[in-house]
C-alpha cells in the first residue's frame, strides 16, 4: 500500500524530533521556551494532575420508545496527569476512565449515538489516553512526535473540558478518539499543522485494546491558525478506515471539520461555532453511500461568579435496526444499510455556580435544560422520529455538581507543539486563585 501524503509528513517529522534528544544540551533553553508556551507554566520540568467526577440525575421526557425515564449515576469519572522530563523535551499524557464502572450501560441523552450506542452517550474507555510526545525547536520552528492512545488530529476538543456536562450530538463527527496513533506537529508563530496516521477502529468496550495491527490504516491532517490574540480557526480533513467493522471490513468515513474559537484572556468569555460533515464510502463500489453534516454555536460568560452558557446545535444522525434494548444497535454492524437519517436540532442552556468549598476538592453545582427536535431528512425514511419518540420534541433536564482534585485542564485533543497556549474557560467551575491556563 503507498503511503499517504500525511504519513510521509509524520515519517519527516519523526526524523527531526531526534535533533532534541541527540543535542539535548544545545537546545535546552529552547525546549524549556516549548514546555512553557505549551502550559504557561515556566518550570521545564512540570508535574500535574487533576481528578474529576460528575453525579447527575438526568430526566428524559420522551427518550427512546416515547418512555420518560430518570436516572442518576457518575459521569466524566476520570484522573489526568501529565508531566514535562528532560528540560522539557519529554512529555507524558495520561487519562483513566471509569465511566465503564459508573456507568456501563451509557449516559441518559437523547440524540446521542456512537459505538453501538443510540440516545445514550457511550462510556469512554478505561484507558482514554496515553500519549508521549518528544519536543524540539530550532530558531523559530518548534516540533514535536507523539505516539500512544488517544484523539487524532481532526476537530474540535473534547466536550469534556467544554461548558456543557451533555456532550453534543456530534461527538462522533467532530472528534476521532480512543485510538493508537502517531501525530507529528509543527508550529510556527501563529501558524501550527498536525498529522496523523492512525487505527481506524472504534473501541467495541471500555476494555477493549485497539487492533495494533490496522494502525496507520487511516490519516488525518488539521492546521490551525491564532491571527489574534485569543482567537482560533482550524480547518481538518481525515480518512478513517472501516471504523464500526473491527476487522475493517465495513464503510470507511472521509471527515471534514472546520471551527473558529474565541477565549478572553480570563476565560471568562468563551465561544465556538464549528462545522464538521462525514461521508460514508464503499470503496469496494468506489462511491459514497451515505453523508451526515453537523453545524454547532457554543459560548458561556461568567459574570462574577456565576456562569452561564449556551448550545446551538444541528446534527444529522444514522438510524441503525436497534436490538432488544432500544438503546443499542448491533456492533459489529450487520449490514451496509440504514434505516434512515434523522436531523436534530437542539438548544442548551446551563447555569454553573460557585463552589460552597475552598478546600482541594471542590464542588462546582449546575443545572442544564436541552429542548430538541427530531425529523427525518428525507421523507422517505423508514425510521419515523415523531412515532419513535411520540413527540417531535423531546427534552431533558440534568442538574449535577462537577467535583474536582487539582488544577482545571484548559484543552484535550491537541499534543505536542499543537497545544496553543490559554486559558480554561472559567464555566467548567474556577474559583479565585485557581489556575486558569493548565493545558492538557
Known amino acids: 500500500m503507498c503511503p499517504t501524503p500525511t504519513a510521509t509528513i509524520v515519517v519527516a517529522l519523526a526524523l527531526l524530533v531526534g535533533v532534541p534528544f541527540a543535542a539535548r544540551a544545545q537546545h535546552e533553553g529552547h525546549a524549556t521556551s516549548i514546555a512553557a508556551d505549551s502550559t504557561n507554566d515556566t518550570r521545564p520540568n512540570a508535574w500535574h494532575g487533576m481528578v474529576q467526577a460528575i453525579p447527575i440525575v438526568t430526566h428524559a421526557e420522551n427518550t427512546a420508545e416515547g418512555a420518560d425515564l430518570a436516572e442518576g449515576y457518575l459521569s466524566q469519572a476520570a484522573a489526568m496527569g501529565k508531566g514535562d522530563l528532560l528540560s522539557g523535551h519529554l512529555r507524558l499524557e495520561a487519562t483513566l476512565n471509569a465511566e465503564g464502572l459508573t456507568m456501563s450501560r451509557g449516559e441518559l441523552s437523547t440524540g446521542a449515538f456512537g459505538e453501538g450506542f443510540v440516545d445514550r452517550r457511550h462510556p469512554h474507555a478505561y484507558v482514554h489516553e496515553l500519549v508521549a510526545s518528544g519536543l524540539g525547536s530550532r530558531g523559530p520552528l518548534a516540533y514535536s512526535l507523539s505516539a500512544g492512545r488517544g484523539f487524532a488530529a481532526f476537530g474540535t476538543d473534547d466536550p469534556m473540558m467544554r461548558p456543557f456536562e451533555k456532550y453534543p450530538i456530534n461527538h462522533h463527527l467532530s472528534q476521532i478518539l480512543e485510538r493508537p496513533m502517531i501525530t507529528g506537529a509543527i508550529r510556527f508563530g501563529r501558524a501550527m499543522l498536525d498529522a496523523s496516521s492512525f487505527g481506524g477502529d472504534e473501541p467495541t468496550s471500555t476494555g477493549s485494546p485497539p487492533l495494533l495491527r490496522r494502525l496507520g490504516d487511516s490519516w488525518s491532517v488539521r492546521a490551525t491558525a491564532m491571527p489574534v490574540t485569543g482567537i482560533e480557526v482550524q480547518g481538518s480533513y481525515a480518512r478513517v478506515a472501516s471504523p464500526e467493522q473491527r476487522e475493517g471490513f465495513g464503510l470507511d468515513q472521509h471527515k471534514r471539520s472546520a471551527s473558529a474559537r474565541f477565549i478572553s484572556a480570563d476565560g471568562g468569555r468563551y465561544l465556538l461555532g464549528e462545522w464538521a460533515r462525514t461521508v460514508e464510502r464503499d470503496h469496494g463500489r468506489n462511491e459514497n453511500v451515505f453523508a451526515y453534516e453537523s453545524a454547532l454555536i457554543e459560548g458561556a460568560a461568567t459574570i462574577r461568579t456565576v456562569s452561564v452558557a449556551l448550545r446551538l446545535e444541528q446534527t ?50 449546575f443545572i442544564e435544560v436541552e429542548r430538541a427536535s427530531a425529523r427525518a431528512r428525507d421523507a422517505r425514511s423508514v425510521f419515523d422520529a415523531e ?16 467535583l474536582r482534585f487539582g488544577p482545571l485542564h484548559a484543552r484535550m485533543g491537541r499534543y505536542g507543539a499543537a497545544v496553543p497556549a490559554g486559558p480554561a474557560i472559567r464555566a467548567l467551575g474556577i474559583a479565585d486563585g485557581d489556575p486558569t491556563s493548565h493545558h492538557h
Do not use: C, K, N
Request: proline share 14%.
Open 387 to 402: 412515532s419513535f419518540y411520540r413527540t417531535g420534541s423531546p427534552w431533558m433536564l440534568t442538574a449535577g455538581a462537577r
Open 316 to 365: 444529522e444522525r444514522p438510524e441503525e435496526e436497534r436490538l432488544s434494548d432500544p438503546f443499542r444497535v448491533p456492533r459489529p454492524a450487520a449490514d451496509l444499510g440504514i434505516s434512515g437519517v434523522t436531523r436534530w436540532r437542539t438548544a442548551t442552556l446551563a447555569l454553573t455556580l460557585p463552589s460552597p468549598t475552598s478546600g482541594p476538592i471542590r464542588g462546582y453545582p
